[in-house]
């Protein structure tokens, strides 16, 4: 590998930093993605990002299971980014570039693989790609980097997808490598200490009913919990059984269980929630 695609020291040091933020945020299925994007923009100079979750990429049937996307301030238009954004999603194999990138078989390891390495200028600027996608939102050189999540047989993947403005350089081999490995660390989280787009928030929950999240996991009984919030012991039970709802939770014991399966990679004796 060229030393234009190698990675220095402080990129490493900045990968495994931007991991350990991302752990930290990962109860929240959104937040960790949107620091993620933002985080990794920076990092390689893109000014628009997506993370999201896709099924039948082995099959070259797409079909979107969630996403967001980050766009560096006061480049795009949002409504026109919003749009693009939802036409992607109601048909995801509407954008032939992707089903070619899938096509190089990138998922066992996570390829990065950029448009010029799939597609000749030519033919992009004349694709329906470009005319109907990238060129209303003012976009151009774009990478992908997309992986199995879990084992292959589930027939699921995790997705990134960088691009630039129009008139921007190409992206650079050391920058593909700094995407490559930064999603490959994070895509063997997703549905561990980082949450998938199917799973509950506790930020969904309102502030109160946190707090009552936070003393059923530090072991607190209903009159504890009472006590120490200075709430009625029905309106414990009443908000203990929403949290049980929340999370598709039987009883403390699961509830506990499923923390300490989200929680055991972190080691900070934390519970992750903000009770305010």
């Known amino acids: 590998m060229s030393r234009s695609g190698s990675l220095r020291s402080d990129d490493i040091r900045a990968?495994?930093?931007?991991?350990?933020?991302?752990r930290e945020l990962g109860d929240d299925r959104l937040l960790w993605r949107n620091h993620l994007l933002a985080s990794l923009a920076n990092l390689v100079d893109a000014d628009l990002g997506s993370s999201g979750e896709m099924s039948g990429c082995r099959r070259l049937e797409v079909a979107d299971l969630g996403v967001t996307h980050w766009m560096r301030p006061g480049l795009f238009d949002?409504?026109?980014?919003?749009a693009a954004m939802e036409n992607f999603r109601s048909d995801p194999a509407r954008t032939p570039i992707l089903l070619k990138y899938l096509r190089q078989d990138?998922?066992?390891?996570?390829t990065c693989i950029a448009r010029p390495a799939l597609l000749d200028d030519r033919r992009?600027?004349?694709?329906?790609?470009?005319?109907?996608?990238?060129?209303?939102?003012?976009l151009d050189q774009v990478l992908w980097c997309f992986?199995?999540?879990?084992?292959p047989s589930t027939g699921e993947s995790a997705g990134l997808v960088l691009t630039r403005s129009?008139?921007?350089?190409?992206?650079?081999p050391r920058e593909l490598l700094i995407v490559q490995e930064t999603h490959n660390a994070i895509a063997s989280l997703i549905g561990g200490p980082l949450a998938r787009f199917n799973e509950p928030s506790p930020?969904?929950?309102g502030p109160r009913v946190r707090q009552v999240l936070m003393c059923l996991l530090e072991g607190d009984g209903d009159k504890q919990i009472a006590a120490?919030?200075?709430?009625?012991?029905?309106?414990?039970n009443q908000y203990t059984k929403a949290i049980f709802r929340h999370f598709g939770c039987q009883s403390r014991a699961e509830l506990l269980a499923r923390w300490i399966r989200r929680h055991s990679h972190k080691n900070n004796g934390q519970t992750g929630i903000d009770p305010a």
């Open 147 to 151: 992986r199995d999540l879990g084992h």
């Open 78 to 82: 949002p409504a026109v980014i919003d």
């Open 106 to 110: 990138p998922l066992d390891h996570g």
């Open 203 to 205: 930020l969904d929950l």
């Open 166 to 172: 129009h008139g921007r350089p190409k992206f650079s």
């Open 15 to 22: 990968i495994f930093q931007l991991v350990g933020e991302c």
């Open 228 to 236: 120490r919030l200075a709430m009625s012991p029905h309106t414990v």
């Open 124 to 138: 992009w600027y004349a694709s329906d790609d470009y005319q109907v996608i990238f060129r209303p939102c003012g």
